[in-house]
């Protein structure tokens, strides 16, 4: 796989046509996000365009609730044939393991990668404990629900670069690293709290870097999907 096949471009803009118009502009491109944004507003039908262009997809649902309901959902999603869907690990062990097995049973070998959200990457650590009230340091709770998503048999994670290496380290080379909160050094950070630059993120043990609006907001996005492309392989 080349450099360029692990960096996947959220379709972060809401509607259709103005999906279609970034994808046209960056042929380049082999791995798109559909997020809730542009699937609430589009349905399904981005997925097929995508499709018929021969992209991969990572639909980032997020799903969270009851194990029954994510089930079904991931029931119901498994016939758009994507590449990777997510949950968040948070549902706990019994709906991660109910959504895994609705997934295979519905479409065997095809079925998408299911990975678990640790920590949303717009959350740092004084939110996790005064917001959340969650009495845990920030690494060992990305690494837990890491570890509850592996051992309820998902196949990776969404984790922010900063906690790759120690997820890599712990939950070994089979599991799936998806890093969003990737930032060139050259580009601002956004809401991303807790970002890494898209060399230091694959140092750091991540698969696919998902980064947006570097390239998508830039005057040209082709040249600025290619010089990261560079900075990686440099």
């Known amino acids: 796989m080349s450099v360029c096949d692990r960096i996947i ?3 972060d803009v809401p509607t259709q046509a103005e999906a279609l118009t970034l994808i046209d ?13 542009l699937f609430v507003s589009s349905g399904p039908s981005i997925l097929s365009e995508l499709k018929t262009r021969q992209k991969r997809i990572f639909l980032d649902l997020k799903f969270h609730d009851i194990p029954n309901t994510v089930a079904g959902a991931c029931r119901s ?8 869907l997510t949950i968040h690990a948070t549902c706990g062990r019994r709906a991660l393991k109910d959504a895994q097995t609705a997934l295979v049973e519905t479409a065997g070998e095809q079925a998408p990668k299911l990975i678990a959200i640790t920590l949303l990457t717009s959350l740092n650590s004084r939110d996790l404990a005064f917001d959340l009230k969650i009495p845990v340091e920030l690494p060992e709770y990305a690494l837990q629900m890491a570890l509850l998503a592996k051992e309820s048999g998902l196949p990776g994670a969404v984790c922010s670069p900063h906690e790759a290496a120690q997820l890599r380290s712990v939950c070994g080379s089979e599991f799936l690293l998806v890093c969003p909160g990737v930032r060139p050094a050259w580009s601002e950070a956004g809401d991303q709290r807790r970002a890494m630059t898209p060399g230091e993120a694959i140092k750091a043990g991540a698969d696919y870097l998902v980064i947006g609006r570097p390239i998508t907001a830039s005057e040209d996005p082709g040249a600025a999907f290619q010089r990261i492309c560079e900075e990686i392989e440099g």
Not at 25 to 37: D, H, Q
Not at 77 to 84: R, S
């Open 9 to 11: 471009v959220p379709l």
């Open 25 to 37: 502009a960056l042929p380049e491109v082999s791995f798109w996000k559909v997020g809730l944004e």
């Open 77 to 84: 999603a498994a016939q758009y044939q994507v590449d990777l």
